[in-house]
Each structure stands twice: as structure tokens, then as C-alpha cells.
């Protein structure tokens, strides 16, 4: 009996595994008679346009290769911002739904259903077009402190370089056209970091409201008869209690938040998606970049998941396991 | 053996050198009775359909010339819309006669599809659009500037290209929808807005709303010329159409315009006027046409510098300069071999 069923699923896999092999050779005889030499040699090949937003010194000479790596980190460094301020906004709004002040848990209340009801797109494009619509030109950018200016090609600060003379703060300076020089934070980056943030935001807080109820009003109770003070009980007694539920569906909540900002390809943002398209468009090696997309989503992914359970799984030894 | 294939040879090489008169493709438009021409799904100023369903532009009238050429008729047209991925298909498979279809010329479509052009009707090249508030005169100041650009198969090389070779930097902004490159350049997200330079005229025009604070810069960055394409092996059509162009060409320099073309064949003594309206000479016998093929087309539609000025010239909508599409006497490159 055993054997049979172990038959079946070897014979299951041969069969995927062979329609596999079929669909890539199909494929690669399909991009040969286009004259396109299928395989990943491409990423050596010179790329031959520029990217605006890079971390790392990019431009039409470099590799394709590079410019994926350009991409990859601008995904990287939007997703990061956005989780830490998404986790920071839907926290508070979690428990502010929880306030025994009315209006405050009204308002929370509101902000959850009108943030998780509007597509993430449709915030994306809306906090992008304010932003180029609302904020002045760089010849007027609105001064926010010394050296920080802020205007339609983005918010300008200084930023630490090394010269001859060492580590040194570089100043923004208003040229011709924009800002050049210190850190340039575009209004595509803000725009998609901002709608990830707003968007995500609303569903932790629905977590973390979620969790927090989950724990047992007599463990409140308890603590108020310890004489804990409000911030007291939250602190040493529910939050940690409540973070052991929260974990799991705070990891999903992040993963969706990974994915979701592909969505930076609407407002021009060069994330790791539009950096494929660029590439696929100018190189023919769609099926590739589709493929390099795909795992590094998964990578990203399941390096989220893993952190998560790490820090789930920590927490539940520390606490000797779910009373 | 040897001498069976010598014989077949000798067939075929004798009937492939039996003159085909005005050529196949001339002959079924004439059994027809309308020419089959391939335009755009709508580019303003070379072929676009109007609010009553006409269509107009710079493509369209050459069809109409080539109609007025070989029927005597300029509304015995039949148009085909088609997509970029469509146009050559159609030509290939013989569903249009001629491809008239703002389609740029390179070397690997005239070469290794089974298509040939016919010649020039129109050299587009990449440029920049600006606000005249930016006080940008050539693309070479725009040194630091945020360009916007809509990713395509090869604007944003082009302009990487000429960054480099002039030394200058760009920050390169790339959309990948219309629509939102657009906003942005009209919000002022960036300062200049890079593509084809008729399609910037056209986008100045159309989507600004004022026009007169944009300014699309004279540089030039990449070749596009634009030209009717027609199917290999019927050179007898090829001819055709490459001289309808060159006759056109021909008549502006001439001074023959759609009004005075009347006048001019009762009147005039120029022997090169006389030989182009088929009064001295018949310059349409060597290509199947008879005697009054230029004079018709000029009726329908005028010589190449009306049929320009009327669909993208300073005073349509377009507002393109001649630039490069003048007369070399003009300094542009629209010669004509001479029609004798």
C-alpha cells in the first residue's frame, strides 16, 4: 500500500519536473529564433540607462546585473522605513482603539476603516500627486531647519560624506535646476513609503487591538489590585501576554507589506520591479527578469518569515510555552 | 541531368524578365478599385481620425496623392488602423498595399522583413519639452536637470547616450504610464519631458492646457525618419511610390502649389513645370501611370510643403518647425532626383 502511494507521488514530481524541462526548452528555442541567447549572461552586459534614485553609484555604463542590485536595495530601504513606521503608527492606533477617552478610540476607529477600504494603488498615486501638486519648486523650496529644504523634487538633507579632511556633513545646495549634493529624498520614494506606511498601519493596528483583547480582562484586574498604575499594566502585564498572539499575523502583515511595494512602478519609484521591466524591455530576457523578480520576492519573504518565527519562538521559551 | 536543370533555369530566368507593366500590386488596386492603405490607431497631425470620422494627417494625404496617382480618384481609399505590433504583419501578408504609418526606417526593417522603404515623409528625432519658465534654450543646459521620461525600447537609451557623449548629467525619472509621466512633467516634478518630437508637439498642444508656457527645444538626440513601406518583389510599385514622393517633393520646389497648378500648366514655359504636369514630356509612362498622375495628386493635396504645413506646420496644431524637412535650399535634407 505504502509503496504505492510512494510510486504515485515519484511519479507526480517526474511529471511536473518534465513539463518543466519542456516549458524551458520551448522557451529557450522560442527566444533563440528571436535571436535572444536565453540565460543569465545578460546581467554582465551593459545596461545603458540611468536610474534617478540609487544608493549606490549608478549610471548607463554599469551592468545590468548592477542595476537589478540598485533596484533590489531601493525595494530593500522603502519596505524597511515603511515597516518601522507602520509598526510604530498601527501600534498606537491598536491601542488607541482600545482608549477609554471616546474620541480618541472613535477616531482610531475611523482611520482603520478608511485606510484598509481604499486600494493601496489608488493611496500610492493620491499621497504622489499631492506631493508634486502641493510642495513649492526648488528655486522656493520651504526651508524645514537649517540646510533641510523641501520641495517638489524632494525633501533635501545634509548627509555625511568622507572628503580629504574626513567624515564631513554634506550641504544641499540649490543648483540650476534642483538640489544637488548631501541626501535627496524623492517625492516617488516619500509617496510609496508614506501610502506603505498609512496603508499597513491600519491593518496591525486591527492586529494589535486584536491581541490586546485577547488577553484575559482578569489579567487587567489583577494588575490594577497589584496596585499598577494604567501604563504599568500595559507594559509589564498585557503587551507581553498579547505579543505572543500578534507575532504571527504581524509577520503576514509585513510580507504583504514587502510585496505591496512593488507598487512603487506607478509613480516611477526604481524599485527592483520597474528595474526588471526597464531591463526586460531594452534586453528581451523577460522570462528571466521575471524569474530574478520571483526570488528575490521569495528570498525577501521568507527571510521576514524566518525573523519572525525566530523572535516568536524566543518569546515563547522565555515565557515557558502558552498557559 | 545537367542539362534539365540549365533548361528550367533558362524558364524561369525568361519568365521572370517578362515586363510587369505598372506591377502587381498596381494592377489588383486597379481591379480593386481602391488603394489599401495602413495608417496609425490615431497620431495627431499624421493620421488621426476627425470628430466626422475623416481621417487626416501628413500619412493619410499621401495615401490620398497615391489614390488620386493610380485611380484618378483620392477617396478611393480603404484605411486600416493598426498597432505598432500589427504593421508589418499586415504588409507582409498583403492585407495593405502600402504601409503610411509614421514608422521609423532602420536598417533591420528594411532589410529582413520582406518590406522595403520607399523614402522620407518625415524625419522625427527625440527631443526635450520644457517650461519657458526654465529659460532652457538647448538640451545641452538641461546639466543637472530631472528628466522625465516614459520607458519604451529606446528613449531612455537615447538619452543616457547623448548625456554621455556630451558630458553632462542627468536625473533620470522613468514611468512606465503615460498618463502619470505626464502629471508629473505638468506638476513640475521635472523639468523637461524627453520623447519624439511630434509627439511632444502633440502633447504640448493637446494635454498642457497652455501651450504657450511650453517650449519643445530645436536638439534633435536620435534619427527617427518616418516613411511609407511597401512589400519586396514588386519593384514596379516600389518605383511608384518613391517617385509620388519625389514628384511632390518636385512641385514645392517648383512653386506648384494646390491653388495655382491650374494656372501654372496653361501658363507656364519652365521646361522642368512642363515636364512634371505632363504638358512637354510624359514622366508617367515609365512607371504604368499616364501622362497627368502629378498634376492629380497636386489637385488632391498639394506638394509636400502644403501637405506639411497644413497637418503639423507652425499654424496647425502641432506647431512643428520645418527644421530638417525643408527643401535643401531651406536647409533641410527633402531632395528629389530630377523627374525627366
Known amino acids: 500500500m505504502k509503496v504505492r502511494a510512494y510510486a504515485l507521488q515519484a511519479a507526480i514530481v517526474a511529471a511536473v519536473l518534465l513539463a518543466l524541462y519542456g516549458l524551458a526548452t520551448l522557451v529557450a528555442a522560442k527566444m533563440r529564433g528571436l535571436g535572444v541567447e536565453p540565460g543569465f549572461g545578460f546581467l554582465w552586459q551593459r545596461a545603458g540607462f540611468d536610474i534617478g534614485d540609487t544608493l549606490i553609484a549608478f549610471d548607463a555604463a554599469d551592468t545590468y546585473g548592477r542595476a537589478f542590485l540598485v533596484g533590489l536595495l531601493n525595494t530593500v530601504s522603502v519596505a524597511a522605513v515603511a515597516i518601522v513606521a507602520s509598526l510604530g503608527l498601527g501600534g498606537a492606533l491598536g491601542l488607541g482603539q482600545l482608549a477609554r477617552n471616546r474620541l480618541l478610540a ?14 493601496l494603488l489608488l493611496q500610492v498615486l493620491i499621497v504622489y500627486v499631492l506631493l508634486i501638486g502641493r510642495l513649492p519648486l526648488p528655486q522656493e523650496a520651504w526651508s524645514l531647519g537649517p540646510d533641510v529644504w523641501l520641495s517638489k523634487s524632494g525633501l533635501a538633507l545634509p548627509w555625511p560624506t568622507f572628503t580629504d ?4 556633513l554634506e550641504r544641499p545646495v540649490l543648483g540650476r535646476f534642483t538640489f544637488s549634493g548631501g541626501a535627496m529624498l524623492t517625492p516617488e520614494f516619500l509617496s510609496v513609503a508614506a501610502a506603505l506606511t498609512l496603508f499597513t498601519a491600519a491593518y496591525i493596528a486591527e492586529v494589535v487591538r486584536g491581541s490586546v483583547q485577547a488577553v484575559s480582562r482578569r489579567q487587567t484586574e489583577a494588575a490594577q489590585a497589584l496596585g499598577l498604575n494604567d501604563a504599568q499594566t500595559l507594559r509589564f502585564v498585557v503587551v507581553p501576554q498579547a505579543l505572543r498572539s500578534m507575532i504571527p499575523p504581524l509577520a503576514n502583515q509585513l510580507l504583504n507589506l514587502i510585496k505591496n511595494s512593488s507598487l512603487a512602478v506607478a509613480v516611477g519609484y526604481p524599485d527592483l520591479v520597474a528595474v526588471a521591466d526597464t531591463t526586460l524591455n531594452q534586453s528581451g530576457h523577460a522570462v528571466e527578469c521575471i524569474a530574478i523578480i520571483m526570488a528575490v520576492y521569495l528570498t525577501l519573504s521568507l527571510i521576514t518569515a524566518a525573523l ?7 518569546l515563547l521559551r522565555q515565557q515557558g510555552g502558552y498557559p | 541531368m545537367k542539362t534539365a536543370l540549365i533548361a528550367v533555369i533558362a524558364i524561369a530566368s525568361a519568365l521572370s524578365s517578362v515586363p510587369a507593366h505598372a506591377g502587381k500590386t498596381a494592377d489588383a488596386i486597379r481591379a480593386r478599385g481602391q488603394l489599401a492603405c495602413g495608417v496609425s490607431t490615431g497620431v495627431a497631425g499624421f493620421s488621426a481620425a476627425d470628430s466626422k470620422g475623416e481621417w487626416r494627417g501628413m500619412d493619410v494625404d499621401f495615401c490620398r496623392a497615391l489614390a488620386a496617382a493610380v485611380l484618378k480618384d483620392p477617396s478611393k481609399v480603404r484605411w486600416s488602423p493598426l498597432t505598432s505590433q500589427q504593421r508589418f504583419t499586415a504588409l507582409q501578408s498583403g492585407e495593405i498595399d502600402i504601409l503610411s504609418r509614421n514608422t521609423t526606417w532602420t536598417l533591420g526593417r528594411d532589410a529582413g522583413q520582406g518590406l522595403v ?7 522625427d ?26 520607458t519604451g525600447t529606446t528613449t531612455e537609451k537615447n538619452l543616457a547616450e547623448f548625456a554621455r557623449a556630451n558630458r553632462i548629467q542627468f536625473k533620470t525619472l522613468m514611468f512606465e504610464n503615460l498618463r502619470a509621466v505626464l502629471k508629473a512633467f505638468f506638476s513640475g516634478r521635472c523639468q523637461a519631458f524627453t520623447a519624439d518630437a511630434s509627439a511632444l508637439a502633440s502633447i504640448r498642444a493637446n494635454d498642457s492646457g497652455k501651450p504657450e508656457d511650453y517650449v519643445v527645444l530645436p536638439d534633435r538626440i536620435s534619427k527617427e525618419p518616418l516613411g511609407p513601406v511597401v512589400r519586396r518583389g514588386d519593384e514596379d510599385w516600389f518605383a511608384l511610390v518613391r517617385w509620388a514622393i519625389f514628384a511632390l517633393l518636385e512641385a514645392e520646389e517648383r512653386g506648384i502649389t494646390r491653388a495655382n497648378v491650374d494656372t501654372v500648366r496653361q ?16 514622366v508617367g509612362k515609365p ?13 488632391a493635396v498639394g506638394n509636400y510643403g502644403e501637405i506639411f504645413e497644413r497637418n503639423v506646420g507652425p499654424e496647425s496644431l502641432l506647431q512643428l518647425p520645418r527644421g530638417i524637412n525643408a527643401l535643401p535650399r531651406d536647409g533641410g535634407v527633402m531632395y528629389s532626383p530630377p523627374l525627366r
Do not use: T
Open chain 1, 106 to 119: 472613535r477616531l482610531c476607529e475611523a482611520y482603520v476603516e478608511l485606510f484598509r477600504n481604499v486600494p
Open chain 1, 165 to 168: 579632511v574626513g567624515l564631513m
Open chain 1, 308 to 314: 519572525m518565527g525566530g523572535w516568536h519562538g524566543r
Open chain 2, 117 to 123: 522603404y520607399a523614402g522620407y515623409m518625415f524625419i
Open chain 2, 125 to 150: 528625432g527625440q527631443g526635450f519639452l520644457v517650461h519657458k519658465r526654465s529659460k532652457v534654450n538647448e538640451a545641452r543646459q538641461l546639466n543637472g536637470a530631472e528628466i522625465c521620461v516614459q
Open chain 2, 267 to 282: 501658363r507656364s514655359d519652365d521646361p522642368a513645370v512642363q515636364r512634371l504636369l505632363g504638358v512637354s514630356e510624359d
Open chain 2, 287 to 299: 512607371l504604368g501611370l499616364d501622362r497627368e498622375w502629378v498634376y492629380r495628386m497636386l489637385k
